[in-house]
């Protein structure tokens, strides 16, 4: 990771002299971003509403709080009730801005890493586009039997309605509570003109810190969500072996994510033995990357896998999974129901 990207990083969790630095900054940047909210407000700018229910799960606090793995664990839940749902996602890190399908043969390069992993995963339609909702009407388009659309990011996205917004942070919080750049905020904190009814809020944890983990004052999340790493090891061609199979050996870890020393300490606590790490910027490509074999074999996120197996099919993944927990799904239903159950009839509870 770049020396400047980890310097902010460390600035953005208190008021120290970088932060303080940058602060003038950030106030030009909030003053955009409430006179966009603004124009939207007064319908100078219009929002779209799509025909079905817009669920978005999205975060203000910039990058690795754990929304894709959580959009990916509700997209099955869904599916499981019977309810056809699908995804729409910006395709951060594509060249093109228009609409696009994504399929599970599709390159990251073409529609991003993450919506890619989406679709290989839980096998729902997804459509790319920067103007979501012109990509919500192709997807509808494409599949008319879609009764909720998930909209994979797009909180800071206003010209698209949505029904229910999950804000999700992580052990993190808030930070220093400032915008960027003097701080990791997208908005200002609480979310002007939104209400209890439009948001709910979420924190990623790690399953045995539910209980033992503090939150400030001035963070209440509404729920607790658990990230648990697999007790498996996925390789390229679909098979896959008990990751406890690897202890005691010597093996590369390779993470571009936001935070990936969380994934690297994840794979210690399982008592693997990394020889080295690879920790690589957020949607990092792999096309130039080097792997000393010598080094043992090479582990990696499922959401480096589907660039890194193009280059690299010996890499193997460790998947994370997120636990939804009932009462969160349950929440979720209550408030969505009667829009799921008025034009499609599906089983909500």
């Known amino acids: 990771m770049s020396n400047l990207r980890l310097a902010l990083q460390r600035a953005w969790l208190e008021k120290g002299p970088l932060a303080w630095a940058l602060w003038p900054i950030s106030w030009v940047y909030g003053a955009l971003v409430l006179t966009n909210k603004l124009l939207y407000r007064l319908g100078v700018l219009k929002k779209h509403r799509l025909k079905v229910p817009v669920l ?74 920067r103007d ?11 599949h008319p039997d879609i009764g909720l659309i998930l909209c994979d990011d797009g909180l800071q996205h206003f010209g698209l309605a949505h029904d229910l917004a999950l804000c999700v942070f992580d052990a993190r919080h808030l930070g220093n509570g400032w915008l960027l750049p003097a701080g990791p905020l997208r908005e200002p904190w609480p979310l002007m003109w939104a209400s209890s009814l439009d ?75 990394l020889s080295r790490t690879h920790a690589l910027n957020d949607h990092a490509d792999m096309d130039r990357l080097t792997i000393d074999p010598a080094m043992g074999p090479l582990l990696c996120t499922e959401k480096d896998a589907v ?41 909500t509870a």
């Open 307 to 347: 660039k890194l197996w193009q280059y690299l099919p010996s890499a193997w993944a460790v998947p994370l999974h997120t636990e939804v927990p009932d009462a969160l799904m349950e929440e979720i239903l209550r408030r969505l129901g009667p829009k799921l159950s008025s034009g499609h009839g599906y089983q």
């Open 199 to 273: 948001v709910l809020t979420l924190q990623t944890v790690s399953a045995g810190a539910i209980a033992t983990q503090s939150t400030p004052k001035s963070f209440t999340p509404n729920f607790q969500v658990p990230r648990v790493l697999a007790n498996f090891v996925r390789c390229s061609d679909g098979t896959t072996f008990p990751l406890e199979r690897l202890r005691g050996q010597s093996v590369q870890a390779l993470a571009g994510i936001a935070q990936p020393q969380n994934f690297f300490d994840m794979l210690m606590a399982q008592g693997i033995r």
């Open 56 to 129: 978005i799960v999205g975060n203000v606090f910039v990058g690795g709080v754990g929304k894709t793995p959580l959009l990916i664990a509700l997209a099955q839940h869904f599916k499981a009730r019977g309810i056809p749902v699908g995804v729409l996602s910006r395709g951060y890190g594509r060249k093109d801005v228009a609409a696009r399908v994504v399929t599970v043969d599709s390159l990251a390069s073409e529609v991003g890493d993450e919506p890619l992993l989406i679709a290989q995963s839980c096998h729902v339609p997804v459509v790319v586009g």
């Open 132 to 142: 979501r909702y012109a990509a919500g009407q192709a997807l509808l388009a494409s």
